[in-house]
């Protein structure tokens, strides 16, 4: 879970070109101005990183880093 | 009453792969995996050597049951996105007129809700038709446009569009497709279209699925039905991920709406919901009795239903 937050923390900053240190995972996605575009790219680095199928509206759904790590953690611990 | 009296189409030869298109759209290589992967968009269809013209007489040509009606034909509506300035007396619809031989229509253009505006034309079709009186009066509505400049060839992160055209005839009475209800709502302050930016452009993707879900609700409404009784929605082709949201949204079942030709012809501006209408037919997704959802929305920004049954 620690693992998958930090890496998502580091995604996220990748594209918005920040610190991993600036990106609170308890903040909306959308406040950092990561736009539809962006967060259709993060679905496919999701899925080739954890090796799963997810509907492209996650990020609409799981609005920052904290729900998306917690869904993608239940989601991989599924068997 | 309105009804379809038949509904035609014309699929332009040149298949095109959206992927060579990327230095043609200004495409970067995450909007192009964007599209493909998340959109649903492969392909669209061109007609490089077509004019407007050649289009909408395409579809027109399509039109089984034209031949022998022309003098019923009261009213010719092009349907467009894009308004185009042309030099007087140059008239892409007055031509057509003319080549049909419709010499007792009236010839006009609607644009006033962009991508919507196939919609409007059946609606206005059929309110001439009725205030007129005449039980065998027909209109003619004609859709499709050429993909001329940058911002004819993509909706940015939203669509990429093609050259399908469509040909209604629309009659008061006695067609195969009856038209139960339609709902529009213009949302003004989106009427940058095209320009929109910034917050105003997020608050345009947020409120999308919602605006489009109002429209579809009051045409349920209307037509004295839920939005579960509909068999099938009939989609403007934008890109697939955009009716995944609304379907969540509305609790929809995602198989119920006709998302086959996304990949086939992309986004064909006022024409989709019409060329999904044949291709639903004629896959056998649509029997007598059912009723159907087309559904447009209009940069500018227009969100428009109308329901029919089969």
């Known amino acids: 879970m620690d693992d998958l937050h930090k890496w998502l923390t580091h995604l996220v900053a990748s ?8 990106i609170s995972g308890s903040v909306s996605l ?50 | 009453m309105t009804v379809l009296k038949e509904v035609a ?23 192009l995996k964007v599209y493909e992967r998340f959109y649903g968009l492969s392909h669209i269809l061109r007609e490089p050597e077509g ?4 289009l909408l007489m395409a579809a027109a ?20 996105t894009l308004p185009v300035a042309t030099p007087y007396p140059t008239s892409a619809v007055q031509e057509v007129t003319r080549s049909l031989g419709l010499h007792r229509a009236q010839a006009f253009v609607v644009f ?47 669509a990429v569009n093609g050259e399908g055209a469509a040909a209604i005839l629309v009659a008061p009475a006695g067609g195969r497709d009856q038209v139960l209800s339609y709902a529009t709502r213009t949302h003004g302050r989106f009427s940058e279209g095209l320009t929109l930016s910034g917050e105003k452009l997020a608050e ?29 929605i009939l989609p403007h082709n934008v890109n697939r991920v955009s009716w995944v949201r609304l379907c969540k949204l509305i609790g929809f079942p995602l198989d119920r709406v006709f998302l086959d030709n996304i990949p086939v012809t992309g986004h064909c501006f006022c024409a989709d919901p019409f060329l999904n209408l044949r291709s639903a037919c004629s896959r056998g997704r649509l029997k007598p009795g059912d009723t159907y959802l087309m559904a447009a929305v209009g940069l500018g920004a227009t969100f428009s239903a109308m329901i029919l049954k089969h």
């Open chain 1, 15 to 22: 594209y918005l070109e920040k610190d991993p240190d600036e």
């Open chain 2, 51 to 54: 004019t407007v013209y050649d």
């Open chain 2, 112 to 158: 006033h809700h962009a991508c919507a505006s196939g919609l409007l034309a059946v609606d206005i079709a059929g309110r001439l038709l009725e205030r007129d009186g005449d039980p065998d009066a027909l209109a003619l509505v004609l859709t499709g446009e050429k993909t001329f400049t940058i911002a004819a060839k993509m909706v940015p992160d939203v």
């Open chain 2, 9 to 31: 189409v014309h699929l332009p030869s040149q298949r095109v792969a959206v992927r060579s298109l990327q230095e043609e759209l200004h495409l970067t290589d995450v909007q």
């Open chain 1, 30 to 79: 959308a406040t950092y101005g990561l736009d539809s575009v962006y967060a259709f790219v993060m679905c496919g680095d999701i899925e080739d990183h954890l090796d799963v199928r997810l509907e492209p509206t996650v990020a609409w759904d799981y609005e920052t880093i904290d729900a998306l790590a917690d869904h993608l953690s239940s989601l991989v611990e599924q068997p």
């Open chain 2, 204 to 232: 345009f993707g947020e409120m999308y699925p919602k605006a489009l879900a109002e429209v579809m609700g009051e045409a349920a409404d209307r037509a004295g039905l839920a939005l579960t009784d509909i068999d099938l």
């Open chain 2, 61 to 80: 040509g399509e039109l089984g049951t034209l031949h022998g009606l022309e003098r019923r034909i009261r009213y010719v509506i092009q349907a467009r």
